[in-house]
């Protein structure tokens, strides 16, 4: 169990680039999550798969952002033509069940000049 | 809708002293209630969750949280402060039987004074 990683760690971007963040969960791990946490805030969450399929998308902050999980295993987040108000900590979460607790990769942090 | 309120930005106590870290929660069903740590660089570790069943909470670390419906309270306390208790914490709450994501509050930022 070599816990969630993420990758890149640290993102440093122009406005109006496209930015694509890794998630790899815990083998096993059949649902995955995604969050965003901005500076003094707690993390707000954005959007959940279970195995390949994505359950909940409405929480996804705009339609610059999306997400996928292709193979039921890693996921990867994709924010289009990135804005200053992107700049954030994007976190990742992955639980063996629904009920399940989630661990928490240590994130990537964007930064859009 | 379900919310989360942490009162206190940051707290500060001595080492040897009590933390208690306070957190209030809105849930239109029964809430599973969680609290993470948080040190700097790094992402999320669950400290201690309530699902059902008893009430008083034991984590790591030797922390421990009350679940007071009504109160709607899930405050987290810790008999002795230790210097590597500094850490942002985070309350975070999920209705019971709805949508996977958790909802958290803004968290408080634990200083420890020697």
């Known amino acids: 169990d070599t816990g969630v990683s993420q990758n890149p760690r640290h993102k440093i971007t122009k406005r109006g680039q496209n930015v694509t963040f890794r998630c790899d969960p815990i083998?096993?791990?059949?649902?995955l999550y995604w969050y965003r946490q901005t500076l003094g805030q707690g993390p707000e969450f954005l959007t959940y798969?279970?195995?390949?399929?994505?359950?909940?998308k409405s929480r996804l902050l705009s339609d610059r952002f999306s997400a996928e999980r292709p193979k039921g295993s890693f996921s990867t987040l994709e924010i289009q033509r990135t804005e200053q108000g992107d700049s954030a900590m994007y976190l990742c979460a992955s639980s063996l069940e629904r009920l399940g607790t989630q661990y928490f990769g240590p994130g990537t942090r964007l930064l859009v000049l | 809708a379900q919310s989360v309120t942490q009162l206190g930005s940051h707290v500060s106590v001595s080492e040897g002293a009590l933390v208690l870290l306070r957190c209030n929660y809105s849930?239109?069903?029964?809430?599973?209630l969680f609290w993470y740590v948080q040190y700097p660089n790094q992402g999320l570790q669950l400290l201690l969750k309530?699902?059902?069943?008893?009430?008083l909470v034991k984590g790591i670390n030797g922390f421990e949280a009350e679940f007071k419906k009504s109160e709607t309270s899930f405050h987290l306390t810790k008999p002795s402060a230790h210097m590597s208790d500094a850490a942002e914490y985070f309350c975070?709450?999920?209705?019971?039987?709805?949508?996977?994501?958790?909802?958290f509050g803004k968290g408080t930022h634990l200083i420890i004074q020697p």
């Open positions: 975070a709450v999920r209705p019971g039987g709805g949508a996977d994501g958790l909802t």
């Open positions: 798969f279970q195995n390949e399929a994505q359950l909940e």
């Open positions: 083998s096993e791990h059949n649902r």
């Open positions: 849930s239109s069903v029964p809430p599973y």
């Open positions: 309530y699902t059902t069943g008893a009430t």
